[in-house]
């Protein structure tokens, strides 16, 4: 070899050759295109151009490797046969040289011919993956480094790669560090905690450049995934759930959906639900769904039983966090209890000559809801004479109103209804049997103002001759008539000589035969008498008419029938035709027809010479009297 000097400017070689014989090198950018000139072969030999041709100059290679120059004959110069990729031909290696050999003939001679390859920055850095993907918890601590892939740059030295940056972003920042091999690599450091609820993946642009003139950069994506982990606590919507439900809702009603949210991903964040602190009772009560948080009715909710439940719920995630809300349900009452009537006390019978006010019976009413639904007023239905004084707390007087008559009411059914303030109202009714008892205030009273009688004479002792009714209303012995007769005398004679009544019928009867002809009548008192105590009585006349019989003859007086049984008149013989003779004069005590006489003349001497009258009793003269 003979002297070379080196002179190392900016990206370019250049080499001088002083030997004839020697060898040429020469330096050349990869990526020339063809014909470039590399240098000019003729001069560094020292033999005129023209002169190539006929010395037959050409390059020959090595073990048929690629030529990638070759000599412009005409020209004489040695220039790029194909374009040359360093990094084809020499990899990463430093230096890159390829060598040939220049033949010539007449004379023979060989030359070796090195080309140093030069490095030209066509390359960019590239990344093995152009997208990096890490997951990283989010609880990873601020400093914890998350080394990355390094880039390759096919060029060398300045042109490979010098560095890397890092999109600007709120959480990572970027180390770069030189390896042992002089290559750089990147790691990317934690710099501010990440927050898998606030933002759950990030992507960041990381850039490599290399040292080249104008530079090249390559890029890859950083894809972080922030893993979760369990650092929220379930967190439901209410800290306190309060809710009215009605009594007696029916079994499946919602009563509440309680909701609890959990930031966190997947099982930590699943939420699941739980009851607690409820009594027994409760538990039965309601339930709840562990996933929905639905709560519902499952048994029946009675308002007299419990007013308001108090209960936790509990919101659990996967891992086992917890938090807790209370949750309130008053219970509204419904009408759902009808009142209640309770007697408390009654008297019965009641007497019928009780004063108005007179208190009957007191009862008490009840109900068991509240409010207005346990409000309760009383009233009777029917239209009688009594009616409901309210006493102290729901208890209640039952007064009359008037006096009673048992007579024209014997007992009553009062109805007494209760209905209390719910809408629609609930009622209830009690019916109080109630008699009416007898007070002796009625006196029998006869059927008919007089009475009179009528009875033949010589009527047989014993025969009736009338007989009288009294009518009392009242009850047994109360209205019980007893019949007398009024003691008086009639004649002088005691009353109860003439007549008898019969207590119990009132049926009158003679006690002796009467005669007409002593009296025809007489008048009684009869007394009609109950037996209550004291007695009522009222009394009744009786007139007695006694009627007459033919039981009297007629009884002549005229002539007088005693002693001579002959009359002697004298009588004119020149007595005119009709002239009164006498008059026969005869009584009957008996009355009417029975008294009524006629005359007749029932035997004489000298027939038709005398008459008599047939009613008066006259005896005159006939016709042909001389
Ligand atoms: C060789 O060089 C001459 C002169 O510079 C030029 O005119 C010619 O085109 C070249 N030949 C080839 C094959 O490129
Ligand atoms: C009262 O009710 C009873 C039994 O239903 C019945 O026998 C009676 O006649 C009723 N009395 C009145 C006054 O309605
Ligand atoms: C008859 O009336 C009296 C009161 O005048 C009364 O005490 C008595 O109980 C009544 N008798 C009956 C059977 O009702
Ligand atoms: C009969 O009744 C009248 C009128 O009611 C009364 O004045 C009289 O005293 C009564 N007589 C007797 C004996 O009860």
């Known amino acids: 070899m003979g002297l070379i000097s080196i002179l190392f400017t900016r990206g370019f070689i250049f080499i001088f050759l002083h030997s004839v014989y020697g060898d040429l090198s020469y330096t050349v950018p990869e990526e020339t295109k063809h014909q470039y000139v590399i240098g000019h072969l003729a001069k560094d030999l020292g033999i005129d151009g023209k002169r190539l041709s006929a010395r037959k100059a050409r390059v020959e290679t090595e073990d048929s490797a690629k030529r990638y120059c070759d000599i412009n004959l005409s020209s004489g110069n040695l220039v790029v046969a194909e374009t040359i990729d360093r990094e084809k031909i020499c990899g990463s290696r430093i230096s890159c040289i390829v060598n040939y050999e220049l033949v010539l003939e007449n004379p023979l001679e060989v030359h070796r011919i090195s080309l140093q390859i030069e490095d030209v920055n066509d390359n960019s850095p590239v990344f093995p993956n152009d997208r990096i993907s890490f997951e990283i918890t989010e609880s990873a601590d601020k400093g914890e480094r998350f080394p990355l892939e390094e880039a390759h740059d096919l060029d060398i030295g300045r042109n490979a790669v010098q560095g890397y940056s890092l999109e600007k972003n709120e959480h990572f920042i970027l180390s770069v560090h030189e390896n042992a091999d002089g290559g750089k690599s990147a790691t990317l450091v934690l710099e501010k905690e990440l927050d898998r609820e606030k933002q759950k993946d990030m992507n960041l642009i990381l850039t490599a450049f290399d040292g080249g003139n104008p530079p090249k950069s390559g890029t890859a994506v950083i894809h972080v995934t922030v893993l979760d982990a369990n650092d929220n606590i379930p967190v439901f919507s209410q800290p306190v759930y309060r809710v009215s439900l009605a009594e007696n809702t029916a079994l499946g009603t919602e009563v509440i959906t ?369």
């Open 258 to 626: 309680v909701s609890a949210t959990d930031a966190d991903e997947g099982a930590n964040g699943e939420v699941t639900y739980e009851l607690s602190r409820l009594s027994d009772h409760s538990e039965k009560i309601f339930s709840l769904d562990k996933i929905t948080g639905k709560i519902t009715v499952s048994a029946n909710i009675d308002y007299e039983d419990e007013k308001y439940f108090e209960m936790r719920v509990q919101a659990k995630d996967g891992p086992g966090l917890v938090s807790s809300s209370k949750i309130i349900i008053d219970i509204t009452d419904i009408n759902d209890n009808e009142p209640r009537i309770i007697l408390k006390s009654l008297n019965d019978p009641i007497p019928e000559n009780s004063v108005a006010g007179t208190e009957v019976a007191i009862i008490n009413v009840q109900d068991k809801d509240s409010g207005d639904n346990r409000h309760v007023h009383c009233h009777i239905q029917q239209d009688v004479p009594f009616k409901l004084s309210p006493s102290i707390k729901n208890y209640f007087s039952l007064i009359t109103t008037s006096m009673l008559d048992r007579e024209k009411e014997s007992d009553y059914n009062i109805t007494i209804t209760a209905t209390d303030g719910g809408s629609p109202p609930l009622s209830t009714s009690m019916t109080i049997h109630l008699s009416v008892s007898d007070v002796n205030d009625n006196p029998p009273v006869f059927e008919q103002q007089s009475y009179t009688a009528y009875v033949m004479e010589n009527n047989k002792p014993g025969t009736s001759i009338s007989s009288v009714t009294a009518r009392d209303p009242d009850w047994r012995q109360n209205g019980t008539v007893l019949y007398s007769l009024v003691p008086s005398e009639i004649n002088g004679l005691p009353v109860s000589s003439f007549l008898s009544i019969n207590s119990d019928t009132g049926v009158i009867q003679a006690v002796r035969s009467f005669d007409y002809e002593k009296f025809r009548n007489f008048k009684v008192q009869v007394v009609a008498r109950d037996n209550g105590s004291p007695p009522l009585s009222s009394n009744v006349t009786v007139s007695v008419f006694i009627s007459d019989e033919n039981d009297n003859s007629p009884q002549i007086l005229y002539p007088a029938p005693e002693g001579k049984s002959l009359m002697t008149e004298m009588v004119p013989k020149a007595a005119l035709s009709g002239s009164l003779v006498s008059k026969v004069i005869a009584v009957d005590a008996d009355s009417g027809q029975n008294a009524w006489l006629s005359y007749q003349i029932v035997k004489s001497t000298d027939p038709g010479l005398f008459i008599i009258g047939l009613h008066s009793g006259e005896i005159g003269c006939s016709e042909g009297h001389y």
